[in-house]
């Protein structure tokens, strides 16, 4: 791993180093999507554990196969020919490794299993007959959540029933921000974390050295490295891709509900449900759902996997070319919901050090509470009684009096307001004189340097 590699990665590195050390033969799963630094964190934990790693590229079977027989001999010192079959060359892997204490990762394993449908039923058969008290870890690595979750813990899985301890990467904090892009300002660190995500791949793409407008400038282009990759991570075996892609495109301008994307689209409620479900599936597209609302129930909103297919889809998939020119005039409307969830997290993490009146269970966003000040959020306890509600402006001007008056009478509307506690987060600071209103009425205030600590 290089520097920029290990920020925010320790707990995980550590958890990967301890799973490779631990006896007798076991399943490991590394998933996270596309660029979150899967394979970084195969190579440092192989910096302690004599590590078999054989990444699948995008080819059919035969020539993995032929592949995966040239790594092994380099690996293992062998000089074996082709191997005939997958379970040939499963059979000698873990015959290898046992001699020489080794573990074994296949990495980009969706394209392995993309080529080769049977292999998970072929490693299950192999992994089973070689069981030993002997250490043998066998790290299985893949991009998309969901089907990684199917392929490997799914119940009509194969592997389903092994010995498996998961490690789910996901995209760096909004607090990773400053290690990241040192010498940033505050609002520049949140705003690339906002509009990108916190995938380590994406935002190494930027370059430190420049501001963050050069930055948007060259990645917001048609042609771009942003632009070729976001198009590779979002080409999927749909028979109708224009039907995916306009889909996608929707929910990127806040059309969440079916109903919503099929009146954008012009298709029927129905057929979107289905593609939507689809989309799922791939991990494309995920559901969330309001603070306080059933994660079983029908209420959930549909949202795009990352920030940065949003950015994609809104700036380059139906845009100019030049995706930067017209970025700064729809900014406010991206930012607000990042800023939101960024803001809940940090007054979650108030509410554990017993900073808040109760300890927040669940959080996110608010459900049927309209501000024009901004995005509202909201955390609330076990038993949904105490509440937090809160507005995040990312105007670029300071919240005002009026603004927090308006937020307030909205927040407490049909609440008992002694179990409703009132919050705010600005990207551009406060008025004095909302600043003397939020501590007469009780509300906090939380600004950019709250966020990033």
């Known amino acids: 791993m290089s520097d920029r590699q290990k920020i925010g990665r320790s707990r995980e590195t550590e958890r990967l180093k301890e799973l490779l050390s631990a006896p007798g033969p076991h399943l490991i799963t590394v998933r996270g999507e596309t660029g979150v630094g899967k394979t970084a964190l195969l190579e440092e934990a192989a910096k302690e554990r004599?590590?078999?790693?054989?990444?699948?590229?995008?080819?059919?079977?035969?020539?993995?196969?032929?592949?995966?027989?040239?790594?092994?001999?380099?690996?293992?010192?062998?000089?074996?020919?082709?191997?005939?079959?997958?379970?040939?060359?499963?059979?000698?892997?873990?015959?290898?490794?046992?001699?020489t204490g080794s573990?074994?990762?296949?990495?980009?394993?969706?394209?392995?299993?993309?080529?080769?449908?049977?292999?998970?039923a072929v490693l299950r058969e192999v992994f089973q007959s070689v069981r030993t008290p002997s250490p043998?870890?066998?790290?299985?690595?893949?991009?998309?959540?969901?089907?990684?979750?199917?392929?490997?813990?799914?119940?009509?899985?194969?592997?389903?029933?092994?010995?498996?301890?998961?490690?789910?990467?996901?995209?760096?904090?909004?607090?990773?921000?400053?290690?990241?892009?040192?010498?940033?300002?505050?609002?520049?660190?949140?705003?690339?974390?906002?509009?990108?995500?916190?995938?380590?791949?994406?935002?190494?793409?930027?370059?430190?050295?420049?501001?963050?407008?050069?930055?948007?400038?060259?990645?917001?282009?048609?042609?771009?490295?942003?632009?070729?990759?976001?198009?590779?991570?979002?080409?999927?075996?749909?028979?109708?891709?224009?039907?995916?892609?306009?889909?996608?495109?929707?929910?990127?301008?806040?059309?969440?509900?079916?109903?919503?994307?099929?009146?954008?689209?012009?298709?029927t409620e129905a057929k979107c449900g289905k593609y939507l479900s689809g989309l799922v599936r791939s991990g494309l597209v995920t559901k969330i759902f309001p603070c306080g609302v059933p994660k079983d129930g029908r209420k959930g909103l549909y949202r795009l996997s990352s920030p940065a297919l949003k950015l994609w889809?809104?700036?380059?998939?139906?845009?100019?070319?030049?995706?930067?020119?017209?970025?700064?005039?729809?900014?406010?409307?991206?930012?607000?919901?990042?800023?939101?969830?960024?803001?809940?997290?940090?007054?979650?993490?108030?509410?554990r050090r017993s900073r808040l009146r109760f300890m927040p269970e669940e959080s996110g966003l608010l459900e049927g509470v309209q501000s024009d000040s901004g995005t509202l959020f909201a955390l609330t306890d076990a038993s949904k009684t105490d509440w937090l509600i809160g507005l995040a402006s990312a105007d670029p001007t300071p919240v005002g009096e009026a603004a927090l008056r308006g937020f307030a009478?909205?927040?407490?509307k049909g609440r008992d307001d002694r179990r409703t506690d009132l919050a705010a987060s600005s990207l551009a600071g406060y008025t004095d004189e909302a600043r003397n209103f939020a501590e007469t009425a009780g509300i906090r205030l939380l600004e950019l340097p709250d966020l990033l600590r």
């Not at 990127?252 to 009146?263: L, N």
């Not at 700036?315 to 800023?339: D, H, Q, W």
């Not at 009478?409 to 407490?412: D, G, K, R, S, T």
Request: aromatic share 12%; hydrophobic share 45%.
């Open 50 to 99: 004599r590590l078999f790693r054989f990444e699948a590229a995008d080819m059919n079977s035969r020539l993995l196969l032929r592949s995966f027989t040239s790594d092994f001999n380099q690996f293992f010192g062998k000089n074996e020919a082709e191997f005939p079959s997958w379970e040939d060359a499963l059979k000698s892997v873990f015959e290898a490794s046992l001699q």
């Open 136 to 267: 043998c870890p066998l790290i299985l690595s893949g991009g998309g959540v969901a089907w990684m979750r199917e392929t490997v813990s799914g119940f009509k899985s194969p592997l389903y029933g092994l010995p498996n301890t998961t490690i789910e990467l996901s995209g760096l904090s909004l607090r990773d921000m400053p290690a990241f892009f040192p010498g940033w300002t505050p609002a520049d660190q949140f705003t690339v974390w906002a509009l990108f995500g916190g995938v380590p791949g994406v935002l190494a793409l930027f370059n430190r050295e420049e501001t963050l407008d050069t930055n948007l400038s060259r990645l917001l282009t048609r042609g771009s490295v942003f632009d070729f990759a976001v198009r590779l991570a979002t080409e999927t075996p749909f028979r109708e891709p224009r039907i995916y892609h306009s889909i996608m495109s929707a929910v990127a301008r806040d059309c969440d509900t079916p109903g919503k994307i099929a009146a954008w689209i012009g298709e």
């Open 313 to 351: 889809y809104r700036c380059l998939f139906m845009g100019s070319g030049n995706g930067a020119s017209g970025l700064k005039t729809r900014l406010n409307a991206i930012l607000g919901e990042p800023l939101a969830l960024a803001s809940s997290d940090a007054l979650t993490r108030l509410g």
């Open 103 to 120: 573990a074994i990762a296949f990495d980009r394993f969706e394209a392995l299993c993309g080529a080769v449908p049977e292999f998970p």
């Open 409 to 412: 009478l909205h927040a407490l």
